[in-house]
């Protein structure tokens, strides 16, 4: 029974290696590695090759199952797809291995607890926005449509809104929530 493994980070910045290294010395042929989120599945190419390309009998390895999915619906649809093409799923890390009852509930408990940290991590991340944003130092991403060329180029070149968003290569319906917004005031 051929084993694969899957590696991931979170960031462009983070290192594959250790996931690698470990993963081939935990017998994996073939290691896919990818920089995405884990928080979704959509987005993440080298998991679907994966995922499409395993056949019954054959074993998917991770290092941990948090680099699998980090939301309990994402692993336990990662999970039943595995099951329905008779594939198991193994970390090297944790004590889990989906061909026995006591693997699938540890599986099941670490995914809990994989998305209890994700969300966790999230409130953080909302907490410090508002902190900083009551002390006035963060005040969000910077506007990336210039609003005062989308208004000049109404009224001094008269042109439509599909052209303005040409020229500035912007959304069409951008300019109308510029041009909207100027009717409102």
Do not use: W
Request: aromatic share 4%; glycine share 8%.
């Amino acid at each position: 029974m051929p084993t694969y493994g899957y590696a991931r980070v979170s960031t462009l910045d983070q290192d594959l290696t250790l996931q690698q290294t470990a993963l081939k010395a935990a017998g994996c042929s073939v290691v896919r590695a990818e920089k995405a989120s884990g928080t979704r599945r959509d987005g993440r190419t080298e998991l679907q090759v994966l995922l499409d390309f395993l056949q019954p009998g054959d074993v998917l390895m991770v290092t941990r199952i948090d680099r699998l999915a980090r939301s309990m619906k994402d692993l336990q649809d990662i999970v039943h797809e595995l099951k329905a093409k008779g594939v198991s799923l193994k970390a090297t890390e944790q004590p889990i291995d989906t061909g026995n009852a006591a693997g699938k509930a540890f599986l099941d408990m670490l995914g809990v607890f994989a998305e209890f940290e994700t969300n966790l991590r999230r409130e953080r991340q909302l907490e410090g926005i508002k902190a900083a944003k009551a002390k006035g130092i963060y005040q969000g991403r910077k506007p990336s449509i210039d609003v005062a060329e989308v208004r000049r180029l109404k009224e001094e070149e008269k042109l439509g809104a599909a052209a303005i968003a040409r020229r500035l290569g912007i959304g069409r319906a951008s300019v109308y929530r510029v041009l909207g917004a100027v009717r409102r005031s």
